[in-house]
């Protein structure tokens, strides 16, 4: 039965401010990617300097995408973020498509994984074993989703202390290893040196763009605040802002560990290393610099998971508002003011996920899927200046970065399918698996 029109759904109440904002993206974008994905990074391309640049340029390509999300952010200051902006600008098929993905997809799969190495690392701190690990994963889940469910300033000072321990534990990290090393060995220092290619590459491009995706990867999470647009005070001001200062931030920590890894590895060693930053503490400072390294992680683990929950559980809440078969999920707690049930069916979803034990294929098409709607979401700037909305951000220079930023993300999507193309292919048929779900639920949208 069709649910009349007249009924309007209530709204999350707006309590979050800029630092909480900023807060949420530090949270996500550092979680564990860059105690790791160095090592990835140094075995396409073995020379300090350009593994440094395409940071830097990693990092202004997250910049330019911050910008554009900050404009529509500023425009429609809802709930939802990346889905409220491609329904507004392709209408509720697309952005049911990008609901669709993120939710079977991307969030879970994040939100599992991260559980999952946050229980891994604990394992190598106290010796729980491989069932022990699966029960701590699903505990983390199911406790941060109920602090979640139990109030929006509850999870978000939560974060807020999280996010300054990450900021914190990344500069104590770095100036510990600069302070540490006080002499080279060989002619030059190791961030100068440089090694062949890895047998097996192709060429420099090939190199470039294997290594771009996994940087990539871990500077996600730069428009997650966006998802809570209908919870700030103040949105249309302090969430642009915010949104483009997490993305600075993150990009000068993300060289600096980088810089200062490079202080103590040389390249040929950092592509042996599975667990970079601990192995880097560990030939400074002994056994017990892995100790400290893993309580780093931790920190970093636990907060991102948070940060993950709480976004994430705001998508199916977006998405239930406008498909009147999916309006239970669009519940509002009474008490806490939460969209609980969101929230609860995120949390089951990514426990199914820890369970089943194989997200972490998952994690090959992210990057695919990810900035296959990045890119829609760059050309929408130009739909949306064509009406002429009242904006408190723009993107400078328009229309050159977002049309620079569209080219990136479509070079971004070419390198995945160049790099991994089953892993892209099957990303892009579960992103087409949607359409008919889409269909089959399609009825009158819910004011």
Known sequence: ????????????????????????????????????????????????????????????????????????????????????????????????????????????????????????????????????????????????????????????????????????????????????????????????????????????????????????????????????????????RELPLSIVTSTLVVMALYVLINFAYFQVMTPAEMTQSKAIAADSFTKLFGRSGSVIVIAAVLISAFGALNSTIMTGGRIPFAVARDHEKLVWFAGIHPQFATPHRSLFLNGIWAVLLVLWGTFEQLLFFCQFAQWLFFGLIGAAIFIERKKKLKAHFEVPFYPWLPVLFVIVAAGICFSAVWYAPKASLIGAVLIGAGLPLYDGLRGKAVS
């Open 1 to 236: 039965m069709a649910i009349p029109q007249s009924i309007h759904l209530p709204d999350l109440k707006r309590e979050l401010r800029y630092w909480d904002s900023v807060a949420i993206s530090i949270g996500i974008i550092i979680g564990v990617g860059i105690f790791r994905v160095p090592t990835e990074v140094a075995k396409h391309v073995a020379w300090p300097l350009m593994s440094l640049g395409i940071w830097v340029l990693a990092g202004f390509i997250s910049l330019l995408g911050a910008m554009c999300f900050a404009e529509l952010a500023s425009k429609y200051p809802h709930t939802g973020g990346t889905y409220v902006f491609l329904r507004e600008a392709y209408g509720k098929r697309v952005a049911f498509l990008f609901g669709w993905t993120e939710f079977a997809i991307l969030r879970a799969g994040s939100i599992a994984a991260v559980a999952y190495i946050f229980a891994a690392y604990l394992n190598r701190l106290i010796p729980i074993g491989p069932t022990g690990e699966k029960n701590i994963a699903i505990m983390a889940i199911g406790v941060l989703t109920l602090v979640n469910i139990l109030g929006v300033r509850l999870s978000s000072n939560i974060q807020n202390g999280f996010s300054i321990l990450k900021v914190l534990t990344i500069l104590a990290m770095s100036i510990a290893i600069l302070t540490a090393v006080t002499h080279q060995t060989g002619n030059l220092p190791l961030w100068l040196q440089k090694s062949p290619l890895p047998s097996g590459s192709h060429s420099w491009a090939y190199a470039f763009a294997a290594a771009l995706v996994p940087i990539m990867w871990t500077y996600g999470g730069w428009h997650e605040s966006a998802f809570m647009a209908g919870e700030f005070r103040d949105t249309k």
